[in-house]
């Protein structure tokens, strides 16, 4: 069984920057396309970005895009996001995800992640 246990959240001033990390624990964790979402209060998950298995291969969704990065440090079983001139409209809770397919390169869909961390909220004041 996977755990994964996000760190780093809190509240930010608009403009600020804050940086996630989601440790796991349990399973080969370099075998894993990891994943970011967020999901705002009355507001549906909404997908944040992917890091492939090696690290090699990225992937953001628009209202992110360089803004925000993921990395990996797969000696700890670590994937960090990076978020820099946060904007109100990143308030949420931010959770990390674990897709264990081997089908799949980078995985946008949640359907396909099987494990999932609670999340911290993010929020960012204006």
């Known amino acids: 069984q996977v755990q994964l246990v996000e760190s780093g959240g809190g509240l930010v001033q608009a403009g600020g920057s804050l940086r996630l990390s989601c440790a796991a624990s349990g399973g080969t964790f370099s075998s894993y396309v990891m994943g970011w979402f967020r999901q705002a209060p009355g507001k549906e998950r909404e997908f944040v970005g992917v890091?492939?298995?090696?690290?090699?291969?990225?992937y953001y969704a628009d209202s992110v895009k360089g803004r925000f990065t993921i990395s990996r440090e797969d000696a700890k079983n670590t994937v960090h996001l990076q978020m820099n001139s946060l904007k109100p409209e990143d308030t949420a809770v931010y959770s990390c995800?674990?897709?264990?397919?081997?089908?799949?390169?980078?995985?946008?869909?949640?359907?396909?992640?099987?494990?999932w961390g609670p999340g911290p909220q993010v929020t960012v004041s204006s």
């Open positions: 995800a674990a897709a264990t397919s081997r089908a799949f390169i980078l995985v946008v869909a949640p359907r396909v992640y099987d494990y």
């Open positions: 890091i492939s298995r090696n690290g090699a291969n990225t």
